[in-house]
Nanobody, 121 residues
Framework: QVQLVESGGGLVQAGGSLRLSCAASGSIFSINAMGWYRQAPGKQRELVATITSADSTKYADSVKGRSSTSRDNAKNTVYLQMNSLKPEDTAVYYC???????????????WGQGTQVTVSS
């Protein structure tokens, strides 16, 4: 079994910062790409940021310049630092990862349960 557990969400005022963490646990052999997605009420889930195993990153235009993603491979953890937060950043943020389990050849895609980020104006 593999689990992704997010933490670090909460309520913050506009202009503030938050750092989200997502730790993968279980029978993990290797992790390829990891990423963050978000879903606001009434909207589709959208990409926020991704980071490959080689630390190559990609960001949505809406967060570019305000957010930074990084990973600690020794801890199987990915982070999302968000600065200059805006009310429109309010959403449930989900962690995503492509993980190869021990004794399996294929990589499978996993999701965390999500963490709420609310930005007040």
């Amino acid at each position: 079994q593999v689990q992704l557990v997010e933490s670090g969400g909460g309520l913050v005022q506009a202009g503030g910062s938050l750092r989200l963490s997502c730790a993968a646990s279980g029978s993990i052999f290797s992790i390829n790409a990891m990423g963050w997605y978000r879903q606001a009420p009434g909207k589709q889930r959208e990409l926020v940021a991704t980071i490959t195993s080689a630390d190559s990153t990609k960001y949505a235009d809406s967060v570019k310049g305000r957010s930074s993603t990084s990973r600690d491979n020794a801890k199987n953890t990915v982070y999302l630092q968000m600065n200059s937060l805006k009310p429109e950043d309010t959403a449930v943020y989900y962690c995503n990862a492509d993980i190869q389990r021990v004794a399996f050849r294929a990589f499978y895609n996993y999701w965390g349960q999500g963490t709420q980020v609310t930005v007040s104006s």
